[in-house]
Each structure stands twice: as C-alpha cells, then as structure tokens.
C-alpha cells in the first residue's frame, strides 16, 4: 500500500488564494473543496446517512444491480476514484471487478489525507492481492498524478460530485480526465438528475441541522489555517434551488453587521452586512441531454447509462470518441 501526499504547504496557500479571492469578490464566494478537513469530511459521511440525502442510497442503487454489466462491459483491471471520501459505495464496483477476475490496483485519490490513509488501509487489508496506491491531493490541480495504468480502467467520479464545478472549472475538470483516458478506459460518472424543488432542497437542509454544521465548518478551516476569527454561529445556513440554473446554491448568510479579521492575509479585514451571503457550494442537476453535451465538449462519449428505480441519479459510462 502507498500512500502519495501532494498537500502540506501547497493547500494552505491554495486556501489563502482562494480565501482573499473568494472573500473580496462581489459577491463573496468560497470553493467548496475546503469543506473537506477531518471533521468536515466526518460531517459529509453523516450527510450520507440522512433520511432526506437521497442521492448516496440511489447511487448505491444503481451500483449493486449494475456494477456486474460495468465490470464485464471495461474489464478493467484498475479503479481510479477521484473524491474516494469512505469509499464505502466503492467497494460494490472494486467486488465486482475482484469477482470477474481482472482488479489489479485502486487508486484513491483525496483532499483528506487522514480519511484517504485510512481507506487505503482498509481496501488493501480487505482485497487481498490487490495493490493500492492512494494519491492526498486535489484532483483539479493533481491530475497529473495519478499513477499511469497497465490495462484498461476506469476513472470514476461518484456522488454527483462534477456539479459541484461550474461554467470553465467543469469544463477543465472533464477534460483534465478525458487527458488520462486511454481508448480502452472509461469515466464512471455519477450525475444528480433535475427533479422537483422540494426533494433537493430537503437533501441540502436536513432537519438534524447536519448540513448547516458542514457548511459552517469550512469557516472553521479559515479560523485554523489562516488565523480568522469567524463566528460560525453568526451565519445562517441557506440552501435554494435556482429552477433558471438547474443547480442547488448553499450560502452562509451572516445574521448581523461583522467584521472578519484574517490574519494570515496580512490583516485582511472583511466586512459583512445583515443578510450578506457568502456562496460556499453550487450542485448543478442534469438532464441527460446536459450530460452528453458537456461530456462531449471534453471528447466523451457515453457508451452505458442508467438511473435508479426513481429516476432521481444517473450513473454513466463514457470513453473517448474515435475521431476519424
């Protein structure tokens, strides 16, 4: 099992970059990449398991009935999971893979370097014989790293976790991964479907409130990393449905007049008026016909796709066009 970290000093500039980017801009916006600290990646495994998150259970749908077809459909003998998180949804497509007798190595790749060495231990100790290298970093930034494959593979990206990118940022990240597609390899993409309000904003604001603790915690990352002395409980969590974008907008809404000093920013000191926002996620929802056109514009073409019972997820497959 190894183990390769790209973090460190890197992503507390990163984070500063971003920070003093996002937090001067008008409006004020924060990547959500920094959710993912120790806890912040605790807090989404419990989102997992909430009543109204719907999307982690018909994923898992879709791959306890498919990952059968997806292993004979690839043969791949690799399995290369960007965002791995748990990796819990993972292991019904690595079985699969072990079952039809071609798994060779998985590759998960993390922002959460304790969570990512964990996982790596834990799928080397439970599928014996097959090498594991995991890769701490930030697949946008790091595509570069992943270890080059012997056979055919499959790259995937779970959890609708490409509508968290938008306009340019989901443009570059497809065609980052489309780079390291090989013509036998494959992206597994899962994909949140466009539905009514109501459901995606129950799954963005939960009744336990756990939603609202990840949310806020990424102002907690700020206070550690960079010295800030944010009051998360100055801030509202809001979730909305933009219907015009088709995506889910998460916002830290600060609930009186503040001022935010950062000092590891030389001081910076930000300003918040009552009811100012700060953007901190987008999730956008896809019709298939949205999926096809932005694989397509990063050379993809889907060749499997399928939904759960409900209709609410979509999982596919797609592998680089042939150009004549």
Request: aromatic share 6%.
């Amino acid at each position: 099992m190894t183990v390769t970290t790209l973090l460190a000093d890197a992503t507390q500039r990163t984070l500063a970059d971003d920070v003093l980017a996002g937090l001067t801009s008008i409006p004020k916006t924060l990547p959500p990449k920094h959710f993912y600290d120790s806890a912040g990646a605790d807090l989404f495994e419990r989102i997992c398991e909430l009543p109204e998150y719907y999307p982690t259970r018909a994923e898992r749908e879709i791959l306890v009935a498919q990952s059968a077809e997806m292993a004979r459909l690839t043969r791949a003998t690799e399995l290369v999971e960007l965002g791995a998180g748990s990796a819990e949804k993972t292991r019904v497509l690595l079985t699969a893979l072990d079952n039809a007798g071609t798994l060779q190595r998985y590759v998960p790749v993390d922002v959460a370097e304790q969570q990512l060495r964990q996982v790596s231990e834990a799928i080397a100790a439970e599928y014996p014989g097959v090498q594991v290298h995991g890769v701490a970093g930030d697949f946008l930034r790091h595509m570069d790293a992943v270890p080059a494959g012997d056979g055919p593979r499959i790259v995937a990206l779970l959890g609708g976790t490409v509508g968290n990118f938008v306009g340019v940022d989901r443009t570059d990240l497809l065609a980052g991964i489309s780079s390291i597609l090989r013509p036998n390899d494959y992206l597994l993409l899962g994909t949140d479907l466009v539905k009514d309000r109501k459901p995606l904003e129950a799954a963005y604001d939960d009744s336990q409130g756990v939603t609202a603790a990840f949310n806020r915690n990424v102002l907690e990352v700020i206070n550690r990393e960079l010295d800030a002395d944010f009051d998360p409980n100055a801030f509202q969590h809001v979730a909305i449905y933009n219907e015009q974008q088709e995506q889910i907008e998460m916002r830290l809404r600060s609930t009186m007049t503040q001022e935010v000093t950062i000092q590891a920013l030389g001081g910076l000191k930000v300003v918040f008026a009552p009811g100012e926002e700060i953007l901190t996620e987008v999730s956008a929802k896809f019709t298939p016909e949205r999926l096809q056109q932005d694989l397509a514009n990063a050379g993809l073409e889907i060749a499997w796709f399928e939904t759960d019972s409900a209709g609410q997820f979509a999982l596919s497959l797609s592998n680089p066009q042939i150009r004549s």
